[in-house]
C-alpha cells in the first residue's frame, strides 16, 4: 500500500506565475488535508477536503489560494500569482473515512520556490 | 483558538542519554495528540498517536504521555542514538475538528 504521494517534490515558479500541487491520498482514504510550512515556522493547517467537498477552509488565505479533491483523481492546491512569501514547504495528509479523528498520514511535501 | 507550544526549541544530548521532549496546550478539549518526527527537507512521520482517554502510549524505546488537566504531553526516547537527532512535532486534534494543531517543535541532535 503506497503512502501519500505528492508532486512535484520541489518546483519553482517566478512571481505572477501560478502554482498546482498535487496530493494523491492513501488508497482507501477519502479525507485529504494541507498544510503549510513557512521557512523557521511550525506547520499550520489550510484547508480540509473530502471527495468534492471542502469540509474546513478556515486556515486558506482568501485570496490566490484555492484547493479541490474531484471524485477522480488527486487534490490539487492552487496557488494563483505567486509572490515570494509564498516560498514554503507544502504537506499533504490522509486519513480514512471510517473514524474522523483517526491518525493523518503525511506526504513528503511540495518544496515551492518562489523567485 | 488551541495554541500548542514546545520548548524547548533545540536540545542536544550525548549518545545514551534519554530524551524527553515537552508539548503544551491550552485547549484541555482535545481529542488526541500525536507526535512526530521531521528529518531535514523531509515529510513527517507519525510516532505515537495518544486518545483523550489514555495517560500514555509505548513503542519500543519512545513513550509519550498525556495531562489534560495541565495541558501537557512528553515524549521519552530512552537511550537516544545518533539516528534519533531530527525535529521532533506535537500535534493536537479538538474534539469538533479534524485539523491537527503543531507545535513549533523541538530540534534534537544526539552527539555520538
Known amino acids: 500500500n503506497a503512502g501519500v504521494m505528492q508532486n512535484p517534490r520541489h518546483l519553482v515558479r517566478r512571481r505572477g506565475q501560478e502554482a498546482r500541487l498535487r496530493c494523491s491520498p492513501m488508497k482507501g482514504h477519502s479525507h485529504v488535508y494541507w498544510y503549510r510550512q513557512l521557512p523557521e515556522e511550525g506547520l499550520k493547517f489550510m484547508v480540509y477536503l473530502q471527495k468534492e467537498n471542502i469540509i474546513d477552509e478556515s486556515g486558506m488565505p482568501k485570496e490566490r489560494f484555492s484547493a479541490e479533491f474531484p471524485k477522480e483523481g488527486p487534490s490539487i492546491l492552487r496557488i494563483q500569482q505567486v509572490v515570494r512569501g509564498d516560498s514554503a514547504a507544502y504537506f499533504c495528509a490522509s486519513s480514512p473515512p471510517t473514524a474522523i479523528q483517526e491518525t493523518q498520514y503525511f506526504g513528503p511535501g511540495t518544496r515551492l520556490l518562489v523567485l | 483558538k488551541q495554541e500548542v507550544t514546545q520548548i524547548p526549541a533545540a536540545l542536544s544530548v550525548p549518545e545514551g542519554e534519554n530524551l524527553v521532549l515537552n508539548c503544551s496546550f491550552t485547549d484541555s478539549a482535545i481529542y488526541n495528540l500525536q507526535w512526530f518526527r521531521q528529518d531535514p527537507g523531509k515529510g513527517l512521520t507519525s510516532l505515537l498517536l495518544?486518545?483523550?482517554?489514555?495517560r500514555e502510549q509505548t513503542s519500543g524505546r519512545l513513550n509519550a504521555s498525556l495531562d489534560k488537566s495541565s495541558g501537557r504531553s512528553t515524549l521519552y526516547i530512552a537511550a537516544s542514538q545518533p539516528g534519533d537527532s531530527a525535529t521532533y512535532l506535537c500535534a493536537g486534534r479538538k474534539a469538533a475538528g479534524n485539523k491537527l494543531t503543531f507545535g513549533g517543535g523541538t530540534r534534537v541532535l544526539v552527539k555520538p
Open positions: 495518544i486518545q483523550s482517554s489514555q
